[in-house]
C-alpha cells in the first residue's frame, strides 16, 4: 500500500481530538478522508483508500470522536495506543473504510441537493463546518 507518511510520534493523551485531526497529514489533493478503525486508530486515506498518517487515540479521546453518538461496543474497550507502528498502517480490511460507489456518490449528492433547496446548512448543532469529523 503506498504511503507518504513520516514516522509520527503518539499523540499525547492531553491533546484534543480536534488538534490531532489538525495535525494529521492530509491527501494533497483534498479528496480524502478520515476515519477511526475499531482498534482505536484514527487514519487518514486518499480516494483510494491509501493511508497517509494515522494516530492511536486514547479511550478519552475515541470518547470524544463520536461526542454523544452511540459508540459501537467493540470501541468501548478500545485503546489505539496499544497497536503497533506496522499495524497502524497496515491495518485489518476492517479497519479501512470502503470506497463509495457511484450509486453511493449519486445518494450523497441527491441528499446534499435536497439539504440545501430546504435551505439546511449545518446538521449537527453546535459543531463548525470546519470540525470534518470523517471528511475533510
Known amino acids: 500500500m503506498p504511503q507518504t507518511v513520516a514516522d509520527r510520534q503518539p499523540a499525547g493523551d492531553n491533546m484534543s481530538l480536534r488538534d490531532i485531526q489538525r495535525s494529521m497529514k492530509k491527501d494533497p489533493d483534498g479528496q ?3 476515519a477511526l478503525g475499531y482498534d ?18 486514547n479511550p478519552t479521546q475515541i470518547r470524544e470522536y463520536y461526542d454523544g453518538r452511540p459508540m459501537p461496543e467493540r470501541l468501548l ?11 497502524m498502517f497496515h491495518p485489518d480490511a476492517e479497519n479501512i473504510p470502503r470506497k463509495f460507489t457511484e450509486e453511493d456518490k449519486a445518494k450523497i449528492r441527491a441528499y446534499n441537493e ?10 449537527v448543532s453546535g459543531k463548525s463546518a470546519d470540525d470534518g469529523e470523517s471528511e475533510y
Do not use: K, P, Y
Open 32 to 34: 480524502g478522508i478520515s
Open 77 to 87: 474497550t478500545a485503546d489505539g495506543r496499544n497497536i503497533s507502528h506496522w499495524d
Open 40 to 57: 482505536g486508530v484514527l487514519r487518514t486515506f486518499d480516494n483510494e483508500r491509501n493511508i497517509f498518517d494515522a494516530v492511536g487515540l
Open 114 to 123: 435536497d439539504l440545501e433547496r430546504r435551505g439546511v446548512t449545518c446538521c
